[in-house]
């Protein structure tokens, strides 16, 4: 029996060589949007991380009657793998209060336990570590911070800075909250956008927004 033979025609090198020209094509097309939505992501996630350690705090303050703090293990211009330390002194001398460290660029939630006799200064969670890349770029109005920032959350639901910070930053651009301030910036490695953050401290509330300065 005869089988029918079937010619392929084989692509030809100049053929080759276009359909990979267009691939490179949408590729540079595609990689600008790809890598901004990636900058995003990851400054949203750090700021993220920040207001949910807030709310966190400011919720257990009120449910529990005693304060709450949130420590932002940061320190301007340091590696990676550097540990920060926080005094006990930090905690506004709350009895049984130790030192605290943690890696550099990590958030992390505090319990007083004040009111409970039975119970002594403890974490209530693990330091959680921004993205990779992310790092805070100045504390209120000052780049090259030395101190990390410490905020007590009061029963009353009202936040305070303790340590770590010295007045409002500017906010560079249009403006995005109320004041044209924030407190902390956020920003990724040789990337274009910031992540700023603004503390309510009479009502606790923690607000962010990215934007291109």
Known sequence: MLLNKRHFKAFTLIELLVVISIIVMIAAAV????????????????????????????SQAIAQRERQFVVLFTQANSQPDTLVTVPASSFD???GATQQQALVNTVQVFDSNENNPNREFESRTQAEKFPDFISVQSLGNVDNYTEPLVLEFSPTGSVRVVTGYTGDLPVPGQPAFTGDVADIMLQQDNGEHIALIDIV???GQVRSEIRTP
């Open 31 to 58: 990689l600008p949007t790809t890598l901004d939505f990636m900058s995003k992501s990851r400054l949203k996630g750090a700021a993220s991380m920040i207001k949910m350690a807030c709310l966190q705090a400011r």
């Open 201 to 203: 401290n009479n009502i």
């Open 93 to 95: 001398n709350v009895p």
